[in-house]
C-alpha cells in the first residue's frame, strides 16, 4: 500500500532564504508525482507535475526533483518570499491506478 | 477559461440530513474526480468518472455518498443521512487528459465544499 509522507511538517523561514521541502513514498512504482500549493480556504493549484521518466522540472524560483528509486521528491523554493507562504502538498500516482496519493503537506510560513 | 467551480462553498447540516455538492469540470474535461479531506488526515480520493461512467469508485467510504455525473458534464455528490464523521471538505478535480492522474496527467482542482455535520 502507498504511502506519503511529508517533512517537516510546518516551517518559519525569514524573507530570502532558499528551503527544501521533502516527500517520500514507500512504493517506487508510479506513474508521476506532482506538487500542489494550497493557501487558506482555497482549493489546490498545481505547481510542478513530474513524470516518472523524469528527474525533475522547474518553474520560475521553484525546482522539484524526482529520485523514484529512493522514493524521494524535493521542492526546492529560492529566495522565498512572504507570498510563498501556504500549504504545500505532494502527491503520487500508483502504476495501475488513476487515482493520487497525497501526503498530509508541509505548512510553510515565510516571514517579513 | 473558468476553472473548476464546486457549490456550496460551505454547508452547515444536522446529522441525518441529506447534502448535495455539485462540481462543474473545466469544458471539455472528460475526466473529473472527487476527493476528500477529513480533520488532520490527508487528502483521499473517492472516485472518478470518465464522461458520465465512474471508473473508479474504490474510494467512497460506504453506500451513503452517492456520486452522479449528468451528460458528462457535471457532476453531484450526495451523502444520505449525513453522519459526524463526514465532515471535511469535499475537492473536486478535473483534466483533459483520458488517463489523467495516471499516465501523464495534470489535474486541476476546485475550491472545495467544506461540510460541517452538527
Known amino acids: 500500500k502507498q504511502e506519503v509522507t511529508q517533512i517537516p511538517a510546518a516551517l518559519s523561514v525569514p524573507e530570502g532564504e532558499n528551503l527544501v521541502l521533502n516527500c517520500s513514498f514507500t512504493?517506487?512504482?508510479?506513474?508521476?508525482l506532482q506538487w500542489f500549493r494550497q493557501d487558506p480556504g482555497k482549493g489546490l493549484t498545481s505547481l510542478l507535475l513530474?513524470?516518472?521518466?523524469?528527474r525533475e522540472q522547474t518553474s520560475g524560483r521553484l525546482n522539484a526533483s524526482l529520485d523514484k528509486s529512493s522514493g524521494r521528491s524535493t521542492l526546492y523554493i529560492a529566495a522565498s518570499q512572504p507570498g510563498d507562504s501556504a500549504t504545500y502538498l505532494c502527491a503520487v500516482t500508483p502504476s495501475g491506478t488513476y487515482k493520487y496519493i497525497f501526503g498530509t503537506g508541509t505548512r510553510l510560513k515565510v516571514l517579513a | 477559461e473558468a476553472g473548476v467551480t464546486q457549490f456550496p462553498s460551505h454547508s452547515v447540516i444536522e446529522k441525518g440530513q441529506t447534502v448535495t455538492l455539485r462540481c462543474d469540470p473545466i469544458s471539455g474535461h472528460d475526466n473529473l474526480y472527487w476527493y476528500r479531506r477529513v480533520m488532520g488526515k490527508e487528502i483521499k480520493f473517492l472516485l472518478h468518472f470518465v464522461k458520465e461512467s465512474k471508473q473508479d469508485e474504490s474510494g467512497m467510504p460506504n453506500n451513503r455518498f452517492l456520486a452522479e455525473r449528468t451528460g458528462g458534464t457535471y457532476s453531484t455528490l450526495k451523502v444520505q443521512p449525513a453522519e459526524l464523521e463526514d465532515s471535511g471538505v469535499y475537492f473536486c478535480?478535473?483534466?483533459?487528459?483520458?488517463?489523467?492522474?495516471?499516465?501523464?496527467?495534470?489535474?486541476?482542482f476546485g475550491e472545495g465544499s467544506r461540510l460541517t455535520v452538527l
Open positions: 478535480a478535473s483534466s483533459p487528459v483520458p488517463l489523467a492522474g495516471g499516465r501523464g496527467g495534470e489535474l486541476f
Open positions: 512504493d517506487s512504482a508510479i506513474y508521476n
Open positions: 513530474i513524470q516518472s521518466s523524469q
